[in-house]
């Protein structure tokens, strides 16, 4: 079966502008997660999805972050007014469940730069 | 905040070596696990200790846990040119309400030479 996938795979815009990043996860996993990589950093937890619970956006950086999931199948990450300290990686993953030994399965992420 | 640490930042060594990374958390954990990534892209699962147990292997990996002293080791043996990537640390909390969460460490970049 397919992983997670994610688009688009790089995305250069303009400081102040608004961006959309997708992600797919795999079929029948219920968790999702987005995760924030600057570079030459390790991953920066931002937002979960589990089923349909209340989202955990504890890692959010700030109000211009949001996401949103519908059910268990797509979701997508909004970040508006984007500010060069915007430019990173951002990485989605998704697992079966979330009790503690599930595996995160990771997306090739989306690299963005702001200018 | 990063929980995980990895030490070396960056380790160089000849094809057939074997590699040592080692990775210190604050928390306590329900588990910890390593990922490898190449080329700054998606992160591969590589191996789950779990806080019970102390030394696992899978295939040329070998991961050690010691919880007294918060620390966790990855052995690759007979290291391979396919190897050189980034590796992380992970560690899941056992705070009921988000041990679902993994926190990262800053990794290590492994390059083996051929």
């Known amino acids: 079966g397919a992983g997670v996938s994610q688009s688009p795979s790089n995305k250069v815009t303009e400081k102040g502008k608004d961006v959309e990043l997708r992600c797919d996860p795999i079929?029948?996993?219920?968790?999702l997660y987005w995760y924030r990589q600057r570079l030459g950093q390790g991953l920066e937890f931002l937002i979960y999805?589990?089923?349909?619970?209340?989202?955990?956006k504890s890692g959010l950086p700030s109000d211009r972050f949001s996401a949103e999931r519908t059910g268990e199948s797509v979701s997508t990450l909004t970040i508006q007014r984007t500010q060069q300290e915007d430019s990173a990686v951002y990485l989605c993953?998704?697992?079966f469940g979330t009790g503690g030994t599930y595996e995160q399965y990771f997306g090739p992420g989306t690299r963005l730069t702001v200018t | 905040s990063q929980q995980g640490e990895e030490d070396p930042q960056a380790l160089s060594i000849q094809e057939g070596e074997n590699a040592t990374m080692n990775c210190s958390y604050k928390?306590?954990?329900?588990?910890l696990q390593w990922y490898r990534q190449n080329s700054g892209r998606g992160l591969v699962h590589l191996i789950l200790?779990?806080?019970?147990?102390r030394e696992k292997h899978s295939g040329r990996l070998r991961v050690t846990l010691d919880t007294s002293k918060k620390s966790s080791s990855l052995l690759i043996t007979a290291s391979r040119a396919a190897d050189t990537a980034s590796y992380f640390c992970?560690?899941?909390?056992?705070?009921?309400?988000?041990?679902?969460?993994?926190?990262f460490g800053k990794g290590t970049l492994l390059t083996v030479n051929p």
């Open positions: 993953a998704s697992s």
């Open positions: 079929s029948g996993h219920t968790a």
């Open positions: 999805f589990q089923g349909n619970s209340a989202p955990d």
């Open positions: 928390t306590s954990i329900n588990n």
């Open positions: 200790i779990r806080s019970n147990e």
């Open positions: 992970a560690t899941r909390s056992i705070s009921g309400g988000s041990n679902y969460k993994l926190t």
